[in-house]
């Protein structure tokens, strides 16, 4: 597949608000789908009952809020209006539940509400746990079996040990060909453009796993062989944007304000899994384990002892990045809590960081854009900022 066909498919799949593509698998397939909000869910319990897991994250700037303002008050981050948006539009409809996992006290007043305007539809609020070494394990486990019992029953179809094993390595399949790309991106950012990759990740929140692997196989294929010019930008990892998402044409801004980004937090719950999760043994066990000592450090995730910023400090050397953009949403309570922290480690290794806020459907980048491009002149005429 050429390299534009791929691009031009995932840009229509971004785009697509009315999520054909699900409604043409469930026809197909004579199966279910459920949404889930960012930032992690189980995905592979989801898939081994047969049902499509579709990522949603909010409307994007595609879509204006009229009747969404009516349920929320306006100083929250934009996503949870803009999905009750499309909830009321009715361009959710294909999804047979929609699963909201703790993220923060506006996504759990998301689930509250979805519940009284879509009783038809199956909800549920998953409660992480947030203690990682004691009572945590038996409370994920058991918020896991009675998953997995809603999940048999909406889908009619049992899963099995076999069944889950089939999907946690699809789904091990896909986290390593993600960080391959990523790798890939590090280390040739001029064959490999951050607005590529932040498409396919995007579609992986609607795709069935097995083909977005395919796809960005097919992807990595032709960028290796694309004679893309080498530019002189300086290398950056963004942090905040793990929940609402930036759009498009803000990721394209920081590109062409002479940043390579180099790594990155946005559709998060594709990489949430920094190891391939166990395929032996009990796999509920292993979604467990998996859950609670290999995964990404976030805002939305609690770190005991004096952990905070040593995540962030690795990555940044990992891919020879020279500076750190911190970019959330605005009013979203745990990426601006925790960016004074994360700025205080920095500042203490040295390392040149700077940061903004954006809504997903931010229309004025030209601001942004002087900022950023600022910065990376600093960083290359001085090393700091």
């Not at 006290?105 to 009783?119: A, C, E, H, Q």
């Amino acid at each position: 597949m050429e390299l534009q066909k791929i691009v031009e498919r995932c840009t229509d799949l971004y785009r697509d608000l009315d999520l054909k593509y699900v409604q043409e698998w469930k026809s197909k397939n004579s199966a279910h789908a459920i949404g889930y909000m960012p930032v992690y869910v189980p995905r592979e319990l989801i898939h081994a009952a047969g049902i499509l897991p579709v990522g949603i994250m909010g409307g994007g700037d595609e879509t204006e809020i009229i009747r969404g303002d009516a349920y929320f008050q306006s100083y929250i981050c934009r996503i949870p209006r803009s999905t009750i948006e499309l909830g009321v539009l009715k361009k959710l409809a294909c999804l047979d539940g929609m699963l909201f996992p703790a993220i923060c006290d506006v996504i759990r007043n998301l689930s509250g509400m979805w519940k009284i305007m879509f009783p038809e539809v199956y909800v549920r609020y998953m409660d992480l746990p947030q203690d990682f070494h004691g009572a945590g394990h038996s409370f994920y486990r058991r918020d896991l079996e009675e998953l997995k019992h809603d999940l048999e029953k909406i889908s009619g179809r049992k899963i099995t040990d076999d069944r889950l094993r089939q999907s946690i390595a699809a789904y091990n399949e896909n986290r390593e060909v993600i960080e391959a790309l990523y790798t890939l991106r590090a280390e040739m950012p001029h064959l490999v453009p951050t607005h590529e990759v932040y498409l396919l990740l995007r579609v992986s929140n609607i795709l069935e796993v097995n083909e977005h692997t395919k796809l960005m196989r097919s992807y990595m294929k032709v960028a290796k062989e694309s004679n893309r010019p080498f530019r002189d930008c300086v290398r950056v990892v963004v942090s905040g944007a793990f929940c609402e998402q930036p759009p498009l044409n803000l990721v394209r801004g920081l590109e062409s304000s002479g940043c390579y980004i180099v790594d990155d937090d946005w559709v998060l719950g594709a990489r949430y899994n920094l190891k391939s999760i166990e395929t032996a043994g009990d796999p509920m066990d292993a979604l467990v384990k998996s859950y609670m000592h290999d995964t990404v450090s976030t805002a939305s995730r609690y770190e005991q002892g004096n952990k905070k910023g040593k995540y962030l400090i690795e990555l940044v050397k990992k891919r020879r990045a020279q500076g750190v953009i911190f970019a959330a949403p605005s009013f979203c309570d745990p990426a601006l809590l925790e960016r004074p922290m994360l700025q205080a480690v920095l500042t203490e290794e040295g390392i040149p960081h700077t940061g903004f806020k954006y809504a997903e459907n931010t229309g004025q980048i030209q601001v942004i854009k002087e900022e950023t491009g600022t910065f990376a002149d600093s960083i290359k005429l001085w090393g700091t900022v």
